[in-house]
T-cell receptor
């Protein structure tokens, strides 16, 4: 079954304690990205990756890091989480951008609370 | 700049009523895609429809219909004979003609359908 898998789905942590949210896709997609969802703001892109070892900032990258060492995985790293990073996070993947593609497949979301 | 506006923050209806969710977008691209996603209380994002900028035909899928009007930069979504299971947050999103698959989301409209 084609899917994007995120872990953990729920996490409560404390300020400053490094954490990683993993994302894995089994569709051999080149493109992967991370979004955060906040009330009244919709979803905003944090980082994206066009392929292995190619990553770039989205609209709200501050406080986050990513890596793309393998095609299937795109972890989101919070080196020193702060309460303003409390949010619902979504990983997404697709075939490489282009006007004949574009279907984004989303993971189920990871709800992160930073105390 | 690209932007999606969903002016209706919350809508409350009684079952079997028709309801229209508004979406207005801004883009300078001549080629773009518009999307609707549903987010039920369980939190995942469910893809509903994608429409490209060259196709202004209205779309109907069961009780769902979409009205795309380039002249007013709108892509409205109507649910006919609403049901309790339609209760969710609905997001409208825009993808421009850039070489990567970034979606610009509206803030979302929370629809509550009461029995």
């Amino acid at each position: 079954e084609a899917q994007v898998t995120q872990n953990p789905r729920y996490l409560i942590t404390v300020t400053g304690k490094k954490l990683t949210v993993t994302c894995s896709q089994n569709m051999n997609h080149e493109y992967m990205s991370w979004y955060r969802q906040d009330p009244g703001l919709g979803l905003r892109q944090i980082y994206y990756s066009m392929n292995v070892e190619v990553t770039d900032k989205g609209d709200v990258p501050e406080g986050y890091k990513v890596s793309r060492k393998e095609k299937r995985n795109f972890p989101l790293i919070l080196e020193s989480p702060s309460p303003n990073q409390t949010s619902l996070y979504f990983c997404a993947s697709s075939l490489k951008g282009g006007m004949n593609t574009g279907e984004l497949f989303f993971g189920e979301g990871s709800r992160l609370t930073v105390l | 700049a690209q932007k999606v506006t969903q002016a209706q923050t919350e809508i409350s209806v009684v079952e079997k009523e028709d309801v229209t969710l508004d979406c207005v977008y801004e883009t300078r691209d001549t080629t773009y895609y518009l999307f609707w996603y549903k987010q039920p209380p369980s939190g995942e994002l469910v893809f509903l429809i994608r429409r490209n900028s060259f196709d202004e035909q209205n779309e109907i899928s069961g009780r769902y219909s979409w009205n795309f009007q380039k002249s007013t930069s709108s892509f409205n979504f109507t649910i006919t004979a609403s049901q309790v299971v339609d209760s969710a947050v609905y997001f409208c999103a825009l993808r421009g003609s850039g070489g990567y698959n970034k979606l610009i989301f509206g803030a979302g409209t929370r629809l509550a359908v009461h029995p």
